[in-house]
């Protein structure tokens, strides 16, 4: 019977928000969002390009020789030129490179009208570093300057390709996109939680300031009220996610063809060298071809079943843990929204510092700060999340994904328990001002 009572509930919530329009706009536009955030970010990285050139004040006088310009770099040694007039002259910055003595660290400097990107600034440090070494190399050995270029040229010969070697058969793996992955799920856990945590908090006060939950109470226990409030929204939560899959794929489908020809040629040479085993030797493609590309490789990669099921459980187990605390601050709170504020910090808290460590763990996933962030249940279904797409049971073994779930189950039934017994006793309290050690005597009173 008391089953039944909670069903009613849960269907009530569910039914009442999946009907909602702001429901169904953010399921339907999110999807379509992503997918031209997506293709937009590939339109551009295909078609334009930022050329940056830099005006050279060389005190060593052999920079000009190794110095290389192309489309993304190209220097400028006019005579003359100096840190007042480079802008003048057409160029983004100026490189002032003063004497290197060969037995000391020496600074040079780059001053810049136009800041260059991170990609750019390490682009231009490398080919300084290699300007430097090929001259020691032209000076100390015999080795002229064309057979310099042409050993440099010749020895690009060689691509990484990474497996993860703990199955029977050797799979192969992609780091970066494994990292993009896991940070799309660990934050997609990071933003439900807190959205449909607080759409139980404020469904509970909307219905306690209301007085509804008097009537409520009058024909259902207050735990069974909770529980369907809980289970009800976490619902439309899994709904929104499914639906969001299932959008996802067909606009995903959907969006290839808006893939311009040449790209898409670009993409079918990468395969072909790939199954060739010469993917990277002597192709040279678009950036925009190469994302694609490894976008491809990553998804036929990664274990997208196994990955899917893990966020499916972490995200009703952690959405179990944390409402279950949210709906019992909204029992407990008034008609002051302050109230709920102060109240919601200790809870808050522990999800942002999860989010912080798993984008730490994104970078180290397999590092003590990964392995206990992502087995306590208070930082597991955020941090879990970033790690598995790495691969299981490489970088997550069996044994811990196994005691990170069992954990969870176990942390969000003491908390459903412990919000049961605050639920209770702060749905009918009114007119005192609630806190944590007030909320804390109700939890254990008997």
């Given at each position: 019977?008391?089953?039944?009572?909670?069903?009613?509930?849960?269907?009530?919530?569910y039914?009442?928000?999946v009907?909602n329009?702001?429901?169904l706009?953010?399921t339907?536009?999110?999807?379509?969002?992503?997918?031209?955030?997506?293709a937009?970010?590939?339109m551009i990285a295909?078609?334009?390009?930022?050329?940056?050139?830099i005006?050279v004040?060389?005190?060593?006088g052999?920079?000009?020789?190794?110095?290389?310009?192309?489309s993304?770099?190209?220097?400028d040694?006019s005579?003359?030129?100096?840190t007042l007039?480079?802008?003048?002259?057409?160029n983004t910055?100026?490189?002032?490179?003063?004497?290197?003595?060969?037995?000391?660290v020496?600074?040079?400097?780059?001053?810049f009208?136009?800041?260059l990107g991170?990609?750019?600034?390490?682009d231009?440090?490398?080919r300084?570093?290699?300007a430097?070494?090929?001259?020691?190399?032209?000076?100390?050995t015999?080795v002229?300057?064309?057979?310099?270029?042409?050993l440099?040229?010749?020895?690009?010969?060689a691509?990484?390709?990474?497996f993860?070697?703990n199955?029977?058969?050797a799979?192969?793996s992609?780091?970066?996109?494994?990292?993009?992955i896991?940070y799309v799920?660990?934050?997609?856990i990071?933003?439900?939680?807190?959205i449909?945590?607080?759409m139980v908090m404020?469904?509970v006060m909307?219905e306690?300031?209301n007085?509804?939950a008097e009537?409520?109470?009058?024909?259902?226990?207050?735990?069974?009220?909770?529980m369907g409030k809980?289970t009800g929204?976490g619902?439309v939560?899994l709904t929104?996610f499914?639906?969001?899959?299932?959008?996802l794929?067909?606009l995903s489908?959907l969006?290839?063809?808006f893939i311009?020809?040449?790209?898409?040629?670009e993409?079918?040479?990468?395969?072909?060298?790939n199954?060739?085993g010469n993917a990277?030797?002597?192709i040279?493609?678009?950036e925009?071809a190469?994302?694609?590309y490894e976008f491809q490789?990553?998804?036929?990669?990664?274990?997208?079943?196994?990955t899917?099921?893990?966020?499916?459980?972490?995200?009703?187990?952690?959405?179990?843990?944390?409402s279950?605390?949210?709906?019992?601050?909204?029992?407990?709170?008034?008609?002051?929204?302050q109230e709920?504020?102060s109240?919601?910090m200790?809870v808050t808290?522990p999800?942002v510092?999860s989010?912080?460590?798993?984008?730490?763990?994104?970078?180290?996933?397999?590092g003590?700060?990964a392995?206990?962030a992502?087995?306590?249940p208070?930082s597991s279904?955020?941090?879990?999340?970033?790690r598995i797409?790495?691969g299981?049971?490489?970088?997550v073994p069996?044994?811990?994904?196994g005691l990170?779930?069992?954990?969870l189950?176990?942390?969000?039934?003491?908390?459903?328990?412990?919000?049961?017994?605050i639920?209770?006793?702060?749905?009918l309290?009114?007119?005192?001002?609630?806190?944590?050690?007030?909320m804390?005597k109700?939890?254990?009173?008997?």
């Open positions: 019977m008391s089953n039944n009572k909670i069903w009613l509930i849960t269907r009530r919530e039914l009442t928000r009907r329009r702001t429901f706009l953010s339907f536009l999110f999807p379509l969002v992503i997918i031209l955030f997506i937009g970010s590939v295909t078609q334009t390009h930022t050329h940056h050139k005006a004040v060389d005190a060593n052999y920079f000009k020789d190794y110095l290389r310009s192309d993304s770099l190209s220097f040694f005579p003359g030129i100096d007039n480079y802008a003048d002259r057409g910055a100026v490189l002032i490179i003063p004497p290197l003595p060969e037995d000391n020496t600074i040079y400097r780059l001053k009208k136009k800041q991170p990609a750019a600034k390490d231009l440090e490398n300084v570093n290699n430097i070494t090929d001259h020691l190399i032209y000076e100390k015999s002229s300057r064309i057979q310099l270029d042409t440099r040229s010749r020895s690009k010969i691509a990484l390709r990474t993860d070697d199955d029977k058969k799979r192969a992609n780091q970066n996109a494994a990292g993009a896991g799920c660990a934050i997609l990071y933003m439900l939680t807190f449909y945590g607080a404020r469904g909307e306690k300031t007085r509804i009537v409520v109470v009058s024909s259902v226990k207050p735990f069974q009220l909770m809980i929204i619902a939560g929104q499914l639906l969001w899959i299932v959008l794929v067909g489908f969006a290839q063809a311009p020809p040449s790209v898409g040629k993409i079918m040479q990468l395969q072909q060298a199954a060739m990277g030797n002597a040279k493609v678009s925009g190469n994302r694609i490789s990553a998804m036929s990669a990664a274990n997208l079943g196994l899917i099921f893990c966020f499916l459980f972490y995200f009703i187990g952690g959405y179990l843990f944390y279950a605390l949210f709906a019992a601050i909204g029992s407990a709170v008034n008609e002051d929204p709920a504020q109240l919601m200790p808290l999800i510092f989010f912080f460590v798993a984008t730490v763990a994104l970078q180290d996933p397999t003590p700060l392995v206990w992502s087995i306590i208070f279904p955020i941090v879990m999340t970033g797409p790495f299981v049971p490489g970088t069996w044994w811990q994904l990170s779930m069992v954990s189950v176990a942390g969000f039934l003491v908390t459903v328990w412990l919000a049961g017994k639920y209770r006793t702060g749905i309290m009114y007119g005192k001002k609630p806190t944590w050690k007030t804390w109700w939890a254990f009173h008997k």
